[in-house]
């Protein structure tokens, strides 16, 4: 019997080899070719749409195309056919999928200061489809699977090699750092070729770098871990990498005449009136203030807190997370006044009292024991009814480590206060952030154009980060700035 079970096994382990051994060569031999690459790119192309969705501007998509299309002709595979998407998207990213799809995100877009910054993004980005890299990845991944199905029927053990999420890390999350130090290299190759000065691509790093470190300050400020995929494009650049500047510094033994064919300005122009912020947000975030113009509504949050979607509304959140005020809406109940309300609410409520709040009756107090997204805590309640569009608003405000008191009840008491109902002017306010190209004039200072801007936080800071002069540049009279409007 022992004998059985030690052929049994060294069976399985013989069979196991042979199709392991096979599955491996099958992978390190793999040459899809064009046609089924671009029919796999076409696949992942509409994941990529759906998920982030193309910003609507034809003359921003049209002149990105235009600078990528340049680099494509005189890329290694110019046999493909390119295709140049903007997502609509804020994070600071640009990623590539095979068969040729090259995508940009807006929030990238608003960070660089010139076209040979782009070109340098796009150039690096055109070089993973040429190097086939994204499929070089995903054969790995295909493999190192097999092996675990493998090693789990020769050992009968399960998850041996348990790589699943190896294969399903997301394409925005970048390589390897030789990996990218290639593309880095051709695609600076590509750029001189096309005419584009391949030093741009250390403009664009040194941006990008800076937006790592204002990443890292907020951070620290907001006691809170980094995201991370925040560093997008940077993941795998390091400070002062030496191997990088030289592949720069070579591919400038290829560059062309490029001075003739780059009007000045021409891209800040191109950016005039690009989306800030995020994609999809319930209400307008101006300054301190938010706006729903949808039912007509509008608040002041706290200095330094952050306005965020939930699934029942909004909710402003403190910077270091450890307090939340949450407004949403709830059933209308006509003849109903707001204690009888919260009664039917089901919570204890303590220190409540009838208000009026611009010009809306409702009801506020403390409810105890309430589910939080801190768990149960001691809650600031406020109903208010409008009465005109039928519609009872209620808001919530919890603390992190409250137990009977609430720490944050001024803030609570006074965003609750500022309620009310959107006038001719809100209304005409409560428009979403947008880019706009100035010039400088004598004596503008970043300072003064922060004072100004609707950037709820750090707005010296990000204006500074976009229009390239991070942590304490100031612009020359002349100077094509970026504001936020």
């Known amino acids: 019997m022992a004998m059985m079970r030690s052929q049994t096994i060294q069976l399985r382990w013989s069979a196991a080899g042979l199709f392991v051994l096979s599955l491996l060569f099958c992978v390190s031999s793999f040459a899809m070719s064009d046609a089924a690459e671009v029919k796999l790119g076409e696949e992942k192309n ?45 994070m600071v990213n640009a990623f590539a999928i095979p068969g040729g799809f090259v995508y940009v995100a807006r929030g990238l877009l608003a960070e660089l200061n010139s076209e040979s910054e782009l070109a340098g993004i796009l150039g690096h980005e055109i070089a993973h489809i040429t190097q086939r890299h994204a499929l070089k990845k995903e054969n790995r991944a295909k493999a190192l699977q097999a092996l675990s199905a493998v090693a789990e029927i020769a050992t009968m053990t399960p998850g041996v090699y348990d790589v699943g999420n190896l294969a399903s890390q997301g394409i925005i999350e970048g390589y390897s750092r030789d990996v990218e130090l290639e593309a880095d290299r051709i695609g600076a190759k590509y750029m001189a070729k096309a005419g584009y000065d391949p030093a741009a691509m250390m403009k664009t790093i040194d941006t990008l770098k800076a937006q790592e470190r204002l990443d890292i300050k907020e951070a620290r400020l907001e006691d809170r871990e980094l995201d991370p995929t925040s560093f997008g494009w940077l993941a795998s650049h390091p400070d002062n990498d030496t191997r990088y500047r030289q592949a720069i510094k070579q591919a400038h033994a290829l560059e062309a005449t490029y001075h003739e064919f780059i009007k000045s300005d021409e891209f800040l122009e191109k950016l005039n009136g690009l989306a800030y912020g995020p994609t999809h947000q319930v209400g307008v975030v101006r300054k301190d203030n938010f ?18 979607s939930n699934p029942s509304g909004v909710q402003m959140v403190s910077a ?65 009814f409008d009465t005109m569009r039928h519609i009872t ?20 008491i006074a965003t609750i206060f500022s309620f009310g109902r959107m006038d001719r002017h809100d209304f005409e ?27 709820s936080n750090y707005a010296l800071d990000k204006l500074r980060l976009m229009n390239g002069m991070y942590p304490d540049g100031e612009p020359k009279p002349g100077q094509l700035i970026k504001i936020i409007d």
């Open 291 to 308: 706006y729903d113009p949808r039912v007509g509504i509008k608040l002041a949050f706290p200095e330094g807190w952050h306005v965020e």
């Open 393 to 412: 608003f209620i808001m919530t405000g919890a603390g992190k480590h409250d137990l009977h008191d609430i720490a944050n009840d001024r803030d609570f």
């Open 46 to 90: 509409r994941q990529v749409i759906a998920q982030f969705g193309v910003y609507r501007d034809k003359e921003l998509q049209e002149y990105v195309n235009r600078v990528g299309q340049r680099i494509a002709k005189v890329c290694d595979r110019p046999n493909l056919t390119y295709h140049f998407t903007i997502i609509d998207s804020p």
């Open 429 to 455: 306010v409560a428009v979403r952030p947008r880019i706009q190209v100035v010039r400088a004039e004598k004596g503008t200072t970043m300072e003064a154009l922060a004072k100004q801007s609707p950037i």
């Open 320 to 384: 270091k997370r450890d307090a939340v005020l949450a407004l949403s809406t709830g059933q209308y109940m006509a003849g109903v006044d707001g204690r009888q309300y919260v009664g039917k609410m089901g919570v204890k409520i303590r220190n409540g009292r009838d208000v009026n709040i611009g010009g809306m009756p409702g009801f506020i107090g403390i409810a105890d024991h309430v589910q939080t997204p801190f768990g149960p805590r001691p809650v600031r309640l406020a109903v208010l």
